[in-house]
T-cell receptor, first 114, second 115 residues
């Protein structure tokens, strides 16, 4: 089945220790998104890739970076995690970048910062 | 400031009855609205959507109503089933400024359907 896969599902890191979250897709979609969702909050878009074109949201902290080495994979790098970065991180894909295109979400990675 | 608001964190409904989930938005430039459903330990999945040129869209047991003048939309589920128990997210998007059609989500409403 075509899908969006996120690894790991649970990640524990120490304060200030860099961490990388992974997302892969078998849908061959052009667009990949990273969202941050804190407890009882709305998912918040951090950035997205339209093919190889990186688009950062204005309020995304510099601490968050992303890489997309190929169509299938996208990584979220948190350079120096703080306690406030503990959250669920959701990856999503869509065929095109447009308001009417359905986004397909992975199961998320729950990040704990000690 | 939240552009998409779901003011009810939770809703409990009896099986077979109607569930009504509400969503308000503030940005008049939004022109497309979606509902996503999320089960525990899974990512959100697309449920139903509506364009701003319509006021109603129906798909089986699910109907979304849009009231543009009130900047309000609602999701009706009838009849409600225990398998509908999940968190429902309202989302909106539009082509304005630098939005690029990105989705703005509400905080979600947890629906519990009791047998």
């Amino acid at each position: 089945d075509a899908m969006v896969i996120q690894n790991p599902r649970y990640q524990v890191t120490q304060f200030g220790k860099p961490v990388t979250l992974s997302c892969s897709q078998t849908l061959n979609h052009n667009v990949m998104y990273w969202y941050q969702q804190k407890s009882s909050q709305a998912p918040k878009l951090l950035f997205h890739y339209y093919d190889k074109d990186f688009n950062n949201e204005a309020d995304t902290p510099d601490n968050f970076q992303s890489r997309r080495p190929n169509t299938s994979f996208c990584f979220l790098d948190i350079r120096s995690p703080g306690l406030g970065d503990a959250a669920m991180y959701l990856c999503a894909t869509s065929p095109r970048r447009g308001s009417t295109d359905t986004q397909y979400f992975g199961p998320g990675t729950r990040l704990t910062v000690l | 400031d939240q552009q998409v608001k779901q003011n009810s964190p939770s809703l409990s409904v009896q099986e077979g009855r109607i569930s009504i989930l509400n969503c308000d938005y503030t940005n008049s430039m939004f022109d497309y609205f979606l509902w996503y459903k999320k089960y525990p330990a899974e990512g959100p999945t697309f449920l139903i959507s509506i364009s701003s040129i319509k006021d109603k869209n129906e798909d089986g047991r699910f109907t979304v109503f849009l009231n543009k003048s009130a900047k309000h939309l609602s999701l009706h589920i009838v009849p409600s089933q225990p398998g509908d128990s999940a968190v429902y997210f309202c989302a909106a998007s539009g082509r304005y400024g630098g939005s690029q059609g990105n989705l703005i989500f509400g905080k979600g409403t947890k629906l519990s359907v009791k047998p």
